[in-house]
């Protein structure tokens, strides 16, 4: 029972590459987010999509492009990655927004 | 805006003593609230959901309370043993889940 894998784990980006975060969940849930997590500023949140097709902006959403065409996939995606964008990514699903999140295990980003 | 606020932001206790974190939000309109655990370098790890409906969860030595009129959760661990170091967090979903951020507990042997 995998629950929710996100691939990479670690990545090394210079500035201007760009780079795609899979996230894929085994679970049939219909809501999955991306977060990021900065020390000091907890976790907040990118984008998310209510289900397949479908995607929203989050809090910090700038810099960051997303797509949901399978259910249990949710891409997150850095055009033209920037130092600022060094972080730890989550990615979460659940069934609906009235259930509790299930998380991944995190990719770890530098932006060098 | 909701605002999750975790106090203390650090808790130092010897192995043995039951220990309580707090959780404040700001907006009472909540789905429900969620607490985790995450260890260093790892994913967050559900402890404890409670519905908007409940007013307590229990999973083993974890309780955790909602008061939603106050805007306020605890989570209570009974007999604390140096396995539960960890940093825990505090989430509330009103449309989005907001996180608090977090309290760094540390159990000493």
Redesign the interface.
């Known amino acids: 029972n995998a629950g929710v894998t996100q691939t990479p784990k670690f990545r090394v980006l210079k500035t201007g590459q760009s780079m795609t975060l899979l996230c894929a969940q085994d679970m049939n849930h219909e809501y999955m987010?991306w977060y990021r997590q900065d020390p000091?500023?907890?976790?907040r949140?990118i984008h998310?999509s209510v289900g397949e097709g479908t995607t929203a902006k989050?809090e910090v959403p700038d810099g960051y492009n997303v797509s949901r065409l399978k259910k249990q996939n949710f891409l997150l995606g850095l055009e033209s990655a920037a130092p600022s964008q060094t972080s730890v990514y989550?990615c979460?699903s659940s069934i609906t927004?009235?259930?509790?999140?299930?998380?991944?295990?995190?990719t770890?980003l530098t932006v060098v | 805006k909701q605002e999750v606020t975790q106090i203390p932001a650090a808790l130092s206790v010897p192995e043995g003593e039951n220990l309580v974190l707090n959780c404040s939000f700001t907006d009472s309109a909540i789905y429900n609230l969620q607490w985790f655990r995450q260890d260093p370098g790892k994913g967050l790890t559900s402890l404890l959901l409670i519905q908007s409906s409940q007013r307590e969860q229990t999973s083993g030595r974890l309780n955790a309370s909602l008061d939603k009129s106050s805007g306020r959760s605890t989570l209570y661990i009974a007999a604390s043993q140096p396995g539960d170091s960890a940093t825990y967090l505090c989430a509330v979903n009103n449309n989005d889940m907001r996180f608090g951020a977090g309290t760094r507990l540390t159990v000493k042997p």
């Open positions: 987010y000091g500023m907890g976790l949140l998310y989050g989550f979460a927004e009235f259930y509790g999140y299930t998380f991944g295990s995190g770890r």
